[in-house]
């Protein structure tokens, strides 16, 4: 049997920045997780204290004002420990909690680090269920996941069949994280991960697009060419309000929508094919 029992992580200490820096490994030391940013703000993950690195780091950049820092468990951060995860025909486990007793079943390997994405939220099992119906009905050989995350969208898309998949994510930690699971997965001739706008990547040639995203870039996607140019179509992230606008705006394309998913009213997926 192998098992590890923990993660590798333990203790999580993050220092909130305002400003963007360079996330050279080099620049923050050995015990230096990732840098996790949004808009004009950094978010540093360490495995230990490290409030002399980022003294020295503040020192060289004086564009950069520490804001706060905390100290949490890595299952706090998380928010719970899923792994082992049955979603469908497929089974979620961490590299550290691997285990010949895991249920038979199709095994993705997910190390999320620090990055939201471990397969419990609700969209994810009701994309992953989409998935498997799409190739299904349909011979799917490429796709887009846009929105990436940790890139367990794309590696079930892998394991279903296709054979060529760009996995893109806006945030850097995002994209290196997802790339690091196409590896854990031997994925990584099959599925390419890149730092990039969803945006800028919908009008590449793919049977199937996968976002799990923002509405506000969900509505950009769907009014575009490339977008048509897909065969099929999954669509998550949305809550009610978000999910009745992009409805509408679907209903007026040639679309046809196979399936929702309504999570407790909250959470909705559409599968679609175009005409």
């Known amino acids: 049997m192998n098992i590890a029992a923990d993660t590798p992580y333990k203790d999580l200490y993050i220092y909130y920045l305002e400003g963007r820096i360079n996330s050279d490994h ?40 520490l804001i706060d820092n905390y100290q949490m468990t890595y299952d706090e951060w998380q928010g719970e ?25 199709i095994k993705i390997i997910l190390d999320p680090g620090v990055v939201f994405g471990t397969g419990t939220h609700p969209t994810t099992h009701d994309c992953i269920e989409a ?37 893109a994510d806006i945030n850097y930690l995002a994209a290196n994280t997802a790339k690091k699971n196409f590896f854990l997965n031997g994925m990584q001739d099959r599925i390419l991960s890149i730092q990039g ?24 996607l769907i009014r575009s060419e490339g977008f048509l140019n897909k065969k099929c179509f999954i669509l998550s992230g949305l809550l009610k309000s978000e999910a009745k606008e992009i409805d509408l705006q679907l209903s007026k394309l040639p679309v046809k929508i196979v399936q929702k998913w309504d999570c407790n009213g909250i959470w909705h997926t559409f599968l679609g094919k175009t005409f």
């Open 81 to 105: 420990r899923p792994f082992p995860l049955n979603i469908g025909r497929f089974v979620i486990t961490a590299p550290w909690a691997l285990s010949d007793n895991i249920d038979e079943g």
């Open 131 to 167: 998935l498997e119906m799409s190739f299904s009905n349909e011979k799917i050989e490429s796709a887009l996941d846009l929105g990436t995350g940790t890139g367990v969208l794309a590696i079930a898309a892998a394991y279903l069949g296709a054979k060529k998949i760009l996995a």
């Open 26 to 65: 080099g620049i923050f030391g050995a015990e230096f997780i990732g840098n996790w940013e949004e808009d004009n703000f950094s978010f540093l993950f360490f495995k230990t204290p490290s409030r002399e690195k980022i003294d020295e780091i503040l020192l060289a950049h004086p564009g950069l004002t």
């Open 197 to 220: 706008l969803a945006q800028d990547c919908i009008e590449l040639p793919a049977d199937l697009l996968i976002a799990n995203i923002h509405h506000d870039i969900m509505k950009v």
